[in-house]
């Protein structure tokens, strides 16, 4: 059965210190694995790796996929309260067309002032 | 502003009640999805829709059900038949392979 494991479960840290998140998989055909933000509301869009783009970065974030370990890391550098939010990891593998996610549990993590 | 729009935020529902949630998209994006998400469990897929008229049952589909007449349109009923239905529903979209899905802001469903 394809599944997507997240951890730490949840995370708690202060202001400006770096955390590092993970995401493991085991799926048949991987395609892609994707990261979102979730606050109160809608996930948003963070990254999507492939085996074409294993490595992404967007200001404080940075996110790289290991298709050896077959798991993903997200970086967040000087971590800020407004980055408190739950993480969440996807995996979208084969065939193509079905369009399905697997979703890890996410990892919450709260930035303290 | 393009984006996904789902309505109501907040529905509750008595016992042996249909209800119906609404997400609406003018992104033009011709995949739509329904998820679930419970307290510490990952979003789980409801029904799925890769064009209009077409839909599939994910991996919950079970007191669902679903319809796509318009691209811009996948409504979800939650029928009686589902006897647990408290939990934050997300929709999402996306415009094709390759793309990400991009979610709306969710309705939260509770029994009263």
């Known amino acids: 059965e394809d599944k997507v494991v997240q951890s730490p479960l949840s995370l708690v840290v202060h202001e400006g210190d770096t955390v590092t998140l993970n995401c493991s998989y085991e799926v048949t055909n991987f395609r892609s694995l994707l990261w979102y933000k979730q606050e109160k509301k809608a996930p948003t869009f963070l990254f999507m790796l492939?085996?074409?783009?294993i490595e992404k970065k967007s200001g404080r974030l940075s996110s790289i996929l290991d298709k050896k370990e077959l798991s993903s890391i997200l970086n967040i550098t000087a971590t800020q309260t407004g980055d408190s939010a739950i993480y969440l990891c996807?995996?979208?593998?084969?065939?193509?067309?079905?369009?399905?996610?697997?979703f890890g549990t996410g990892t919450r993590l709260k930035v303290l002032a | 502003d393009g984006g996904i729009t789902q309505s109501p935020k907040y529905l509750f529902r008595k016992e042996g009640q249909n209800v119906t949630l609404s997400c609406e998209q003018n992104l033009n994006h011709d995949a739509m999805y329904w998820y679930r998400q419970d307290p510490g469990q990952g979003l789980r897929l409801i029904y799925y829709s890769q064009i209009v008229n077409d839909f599939q049952k994910g991996d919950i589909a079970e007191g669902y059900s679903v319809s796509r007449e318009k691209k811009e349109s996948f409504p979800l009923t939650v029928t009686s038949a589902q006897k647990n239905p408290t939990a934050f529903y997300l929709c999402a979209s996306r415009k094709g392979e390759g793309q990400p899905q991009h979610f709306g802001d969710g309705t939260r469903l509770s029994i009263l």
């Open positions: 996807a995996v979208e593998a084969w065939p193509p067309g079905t369009y399905k996610y697997i």
């Open positions: 492939t085996s074409s783009g």
